[in-house]
T-cell receptor
């Protein structure tokens, strides 16, 4: 089983739509969770951290469910510029916090 | 401020040849990571260094791969001999610390094609 699993998509949505991605992780001891964004043929960049109580950054909301071991990202009022691949990231098992494991990503396409 | 700098950006080589990828981390960052990205496997951590010392190389595929960090401002990833299955984008990333922020700063990547 992969440490971090995501639906690869693509998710095709019109501008203004709300879209949600889920990600599951296998290590119940994981402590740190993040969402990264990767544009086509570019490097990944940190989008936001995911906190236990849930957190929001503008149109983006991240949620963590430790019991079910999944993380979600909600994007409201989608913009064309949101088209990218979204990578779910958790710290690896038993290795401290410096080793981050990336999911394979969920591709989002926002159309006019 | 300069970000993480990688070279070459693109490399096309023939099977059996040696490949050397280079990375200059952001000044002041004491963690350096080498990742490999393919469509099938996504981003895989190969090795990471803390203060120039390799901490975890469990992701290095096999003995054909080696990485060094002779000083705080330079690292290399070497593949010898290269094989077609090594074709991927190789990213170098650096950070101050990851525990709380989770922020790795990636270079633009080195796209390797082995024929």
């Amino acid at each position: 089983r992969k440490e971090v699993e995501q639906d690869p998509g693509p998710f095709n949505v019109p501008e203004g739509a709300t879209v949600a991605f889920n990600c599951t992780y296998s290590n119940s001891a994981s402590q740190s969770f993040f969402w990264y964004r990767q544009d086509c043929r570019k490097e990944p960049k940190l989008l936001m951290s995911v906190y236990s109580s849930g957190n929001e950054d503008g149109r983006f909301t991240a949620q963590l469910n430790r019991a079910s071991q999944y993380i979600s990202l909600l994007i409201r009022d989608s913009k064309l510029s949101d088209s990218a691949t979204y990578l779910c990231v958790v710290n690896a098992r038993n290795t401290g916090f410096q080793k981050l494991v990336f999911g394979t990503g969920t591709r989002l396409l926002v159309s006019p | 401020d300069a970000g993480v700098i990688q070279s070459p950006r693109h490399e096309v080589t023939e099977m059996g040849q040696e490949v050397t990828l280079r990375c200059k981390p952001i000044s002041g960052h004491d963690y350096l990571f080498w990742y490999r990205q393919t469509m099938m496997r996504g981003l895989e951590l190969l090795i990471y260094f803390n203060n120039n010392v390799p901490i975890d190389d469990s992701g290095m595929p096999e003995d054909r791969f080696s990485a060094k960090m002779p000083n705080a401002s330079f690292s290399t990833l070497k593949i010898q001999p290269s094989e077609p299955r090594d074709s991927a984008v190789y990213f170098c990333a650096s950070s101050v610390e990851v525990k709380n922020t989770g922020e790795l700063f990636f270079g633009e990547g080195s796209r390797l094609t082995v024929l």
